[in-house]
């Protein structure tokens, strides 16, 4: 028997040269803020994403001497460490951060309804 050159081909990412190009630090690394619905009219909000460079237990300090509530940092085997506060603190977690020079605006994503 000969030995027969089989190619496989292979996937073609028409966007890698793009990627690429935009890939500087933290180009596709988003921080997620979430609302989790607890019970009755209780709200939890969950922020994940942060670079692990910063200190989880003080900007937790100041988000919770900011908004007047009580929150948590939560070590998760998969997301990693992420920071819960009590209420729907959405919108005011994200301003806090983006005016403390933690993450710039194109770079948080806000879920929850």
């Not at 803020?33 to 200190?55: D, P, W």
């Not at 237990?57 to 506060?85: A, M, R, W």
């Not at 005016?99 to 806000?110: R, T």
């Amino acid at each position: 028997m000969s030995e027969v050159d089989i190619q496989i081909p292979t996937t073609f990412d028409a966007f890698a040269d793009a990627n690429a190009s935009n890939s500087g630090a933290g180009a596709k690394e988003y921080v997620h803020v979430r609302v989790q619905q607890r019970n009755g009219r209780k709200s939890l909000t969950t922020v994940q994403g942060l670079k692990k460079e910063f200190s989880y237990s003080k900007i937790l300090k100041d988000l919770k001497k900011e908004f007047c509530c009580n929150g948590t940092v939560v070590e998760d085997p998969e997301l990693g460490q992420v920071i819960q506060l009590q209420g729907d603190q959405r919108k005011n977690v994200s301003t806090f951060l983006v005016q403390a020079g933690i993450v710039k605006k194109e770079h948080i994503k806000i879920h929850g309804f």
